[in-house]
C-alpha cells in the first residue's frame, strides 16, 4: 500500500463554506476606508464625501501591479486618509514604482478637487430656469392690476398665480409645458434672452397634447389644471399672431381657443356641481377667473352711431338678419369698452379687452367664422381696443396684420366702418388711442388701481346663458 495515499486518506474533510454572496468593493474612497464604512464610489466625490463636504480622493492601481500589490497600496492610502497626499516626485523607473511604497503612493493615489454635485443635464436646467421665470415674472401678465399698476404683490390673485398654480403644474405635466412655453416665449421677447425654437415647438405641442387628452379622460383630479391651462393656452396661442408670416384671420381660431374657457368651466360644473373646485379641496382659481360684469343697459349708451346703425338696418331677409340678437349682445360688450375708457377704468378697461371674447354669444362666434360682413366689423374695433394692453406681452401685435386682412376681404362697401381700426393700427401711444376711440380729443388717462373702483366695477365670478344673460356665482370656496 502506498504510504502517501494512505497518509492522505486518513485527514479528516476541510468543512465546506460557500462564499458571500456579495461582492467586496475594494474602490472606495480613502476617507471611507479609513471610517470602515461602505463607500458609493461615486465619482468624482461619493456621496459620504459629499454630504460631509470633504475631499475625495481614489486610491488608483498603478500600471503592471499585482493584485496583492494593489491591496497594500490602497491599504497604505487609507492609514492616511487624515494627512495630505505627498507631493509627486520626479519619474522613477518601472521597477522602482512596484517595489518602493513611496513610489507606489506618489503615482496610484491621486486626489480629486472637491467639486459641486453634478449638474442637470441642459434640458433640466432649461425646465428649472423657465419655471423660475414664470414664478418671479411671467405670472404678473396675467394680472392687470399688478402689471398696469404695481399693485401688492400681497393680493390673492398674485398668490395664486405665483403659488397655487406652480403647485398644481407639478402633479399635471401638460400644464407645467404650457407653463414652461410661456416662459420660453416671453424671455425670447426680451433682446436678452433666446430660446431655440425647437425647445418652444416642444414644450407646445407637448403640451397641446396632454391638454386634449385631459379634456378626453375628463377626470375631476385634472380639472384645476385644465380650467388653468384653458387660459394659457389663449396666452400661449398668441404667437401666432407675432410670426412674421401670420396665417390670416387667425382671430377666428383664437376666438374658439377663448370660448374654449367657457366649455371646460361648463364641464367642471356637469361633474362637480361647483366651479373651481378640486374634489373637496378649495382651487384658489377663483380669482383668477373673475371677470368685470356687463350692465347691459349702460354699455348700450356708448355704443357707437355708426356701429348700432349697421345692425339695425338689417331687415328680414338679409343674410345676417338670423344673427341680429347676436350683433346686439357682442356690441353691449364692446360698449362697456366705451364706457370704461371714457371713465378711465383702466385695470378694468384691460381686464375687459382680454375677456371680451368669454363675453360674446355662439351665434356670434359661428357668424365671425363664417366671415360675415358686420361680425368682422365688430371684432375689427375690438383689435382696435387691444392696442390699449401693449403693456402684456401675449397681447402685442394682435391688430397689426388682422385690421388690414378685415379690410381687404371687407372691400369699399364697408370702408367708412374701417376707419376707425384703421387709424389704431398706426397708433402706439395710449393717449393718442385713447382719444381716438373715444372721440374725445382732450382725453386724458387717469391712474387708477381696482381699490378705487365702485364694488359693482369690481371682477367678479359669474356665468353666462347662450342668450348673453350674466348669472352671478356665490358662495364659492375659494
Known amino acids: ?86 507631493s509627486a516626485s520626479s519619474p522613477s523607473s518601472p521597477g522602482e514604482s512596484t517595489n518602493t511604497p513611496q513610489s507606489n503612493e506618489d503615482f496610484s493615489v491621486l486626489p480629486v478637487s472637491p467639486q459641486p454635485a453634478p449638474r442637470p443635464d441642459d434640458s433640466s436646467y432649461l425646465d428649472m430656469k423657465l419655471l423660475w421665470f414664470y414664478t418671479a415674472k411671467g405670472c404678473e401678465s396675467f394680472n392687470t392690476d399688478l402689471s398696469e399698476y404695481g399693485a401688492s404683490k400681497q393680493s390673492m390673485l398674485n398668490q395664486t398665480l405665483r ?7 407639478l402633479e399635471h405635466r401638460f400644464l407645467m409645458d404650457c407653463m414652461l412655453g410661456l416662459s420660453a416665449l416671453q424671455m425670447t421677447s426680451m433682446e436678452n434672452e433666446k430660446i431655440p425654437v425647437s ?25 384645476n389644471a385644465l380650467l388653468t391651462c384653458s387660459l394659457f393656452m389663449c396666452a400661449l396661442s398668441s404667437e401666432n399672431f407675432r410670426q412674421p408670416n401670420p396665417p390670416p384671420f387667425f382671430i377666428l381660431d383664437w376666438i374658439v381657443v377663448w370660448k374654449g374657457i367657457s366649455l371646460i368651466y361648463g364641464m367642471i360644473v356637469q361633474h362637480t356641481g361647483s366651479p373651481l373646485k378640486g374634489g373637496s379641496e378649495p382651487s384658489g382659481l377663483a380669482t383668477l377667473f373673475s371677470r368685470p360684469p356687463v350692465n347691459g343697459e349702460e354699455a348700450a349708451r356708448y355704443i357707437p352711431g355708426n356701429l348700432l346703425f349697421m345692425v339695425s338696418s338689417l331687415k328680414e331677409g338679409d343674410d345676417e338678419f338670423p344673427y341680429v340678437q347676436a350683433y346686439y349682445s357682442t356690441l353691449k360688450v364692446l360698449g362697456a369698452l366705451y364706457s370704461d375708457l371714457e371713465h378711465t377704468y383702466g385695470p378694468i378697461l384691460t381686464l375687459r379687452v382680454i375677456t371680451f371674447f368669454t363675453f360674446v354669444p355662439p351665434l356670434f362666434v359661428e357668424a365671425a367664422r363664417e366671415k360675415r360682413p358686420r361680425a368682422l366689423i365688430i371684432i375689427a374695433h375690438w383689435l382696435a381696443f387691444s392696442k390699449l394692453t401693449s403693456h402684456i406681452w401675449w397681447m402685442r401685435g394682435l391688430a397689426d396684420h388682422e385690421v388690414y386682412n378685415i379690410n381687404n376681404l371687407l372691400g369699399d362697401e364697408y370702408r367708412q366702418l374701417m376707419q376707425v381700426p384703421l387709424a389704431a393700427v398706426e397708433m402706439e401711444d395710449y393717449v393718442e388711442l385713447g382719444r381716438l376711440l373715444s372721440n374725445n380729443y382732450t382725453f386724458e388717462p387717469v391712474r387708477r388701481r381696482l381699490a378705487d373702483l365702485p364694488p359693482d366695477k369690481l371682477p367678479t365670478l359669474f356665468t353666462d346663458d347662450e342668450d348673453g344673460n350674466y348669472l352671478p356665482i356665490t358662495n364659492v370656496a375659494v
Open 1 to 86: 500500500m502506498d504510504p502517501k495515499g494512505s497518509t492522505e486518506s486518513s485527514l479528516p474533510e476541510k468543512p465546506f463554506h460557500s462564499k458571500r454572496p456579495h461582492r467586496k468593493s475594494r474602490g472606495g474612497c480613502r476617507n471611507c476606508k479609513a471610517r470602515k464604512i461602505k463607500c458609493s464610489e461615486d465619482r468624482p466625490q461619493c456621496r459620504t464625501c459629499v454630504l460631509r463636504m470633504e475631499e475625495c480622493v481614489y486610491a488608483l492601481p498603478a500600471a503592471k501591479k499585482t493584485p496583492r500589490s494593489v491591496v497594500a497600496a490602497a491599504t497604505a492610502a487609507s492609514s492616511k486618509s487624515s494627512s495630505p497626499p505627498p
Open 199 to 223: 425647445r418652444i415647438m416642444s414644450y407646445n405641442s407637448s403640451a397641446m397634447k396632454g391638454y386634449r387628452q385631459a379634456i378626453e379622460a375628463a377626470k375631476p383630479r385634472t380639472f
Open 163 to 169: 403659488f397655487t398654480i406652480p403647485r398644481i403644474a
